[in-house]
């Protein structure tokens, strides 16, 4: 099926010594994500600032409550047999937030094949986008 999620890991340069049980890799992917669940509804895209097995850091503006179920689909890297796009997509629970980036602590995860999203699939005032990391 191509490259995996473990190779994908991996292959990205480790910064600095790491105290969490699952390592964490710097990798800059987009990613679209949604609230699962009808308490705090909202909706946007941003960035991975690094990524482990078990969990995602993701740079975007939106505040969402320690505790919120949250749906993440990531742009993979690599193709299905070196011709289709695939996404990541993962569910979890917040577990940290700042007003630039939360992190999510993943429960699950299965590789889709690519489909678009608009913004349509977002609530009302709740879709938020993030700026690159990293200057190109």
Excluded at 88 to 104: E, H, N, P, Q, T
Aim: hydrophobic share 40%.
């Amino acid at each position: 099926m191509g490259v995996g999620f473990s190779s994908v890991l991996h292959s990205a340069a480790e910064a600095g010594p790491e105290r969490r049980a699952k390592a964490r890799y710097p990798v800059e992917l987009r990613v679209r994500y949604r609230t699962l669940g009808k308490k705090h509804l909202a909706a946007g895209i941003g960035l991975t600032k690094n990524m482990s097995s078990h969990g995602v850091l993701i740079a975007s503006r939106c505040d969402l409550p320690l505790g919120t179920l949250v749906e993440v689909s990531i742009d993979w890297p690599a193709l299905l047999d070196g011709a289709v796009q695939l996404q990541l997509v993962s569910a979890g629970k917040v577990v940290r937030c700042d007003k630039s980036s939360f992190a999510v602590a993943l429960e699950k995860h299965e590789y889709r094949t690519m489909r678009r999203w608009s913004k349509a699939v977002a609530p009302p005032n709740c879709w938020h986008e993030a700026t690159p990391l990293t200057a190109h």
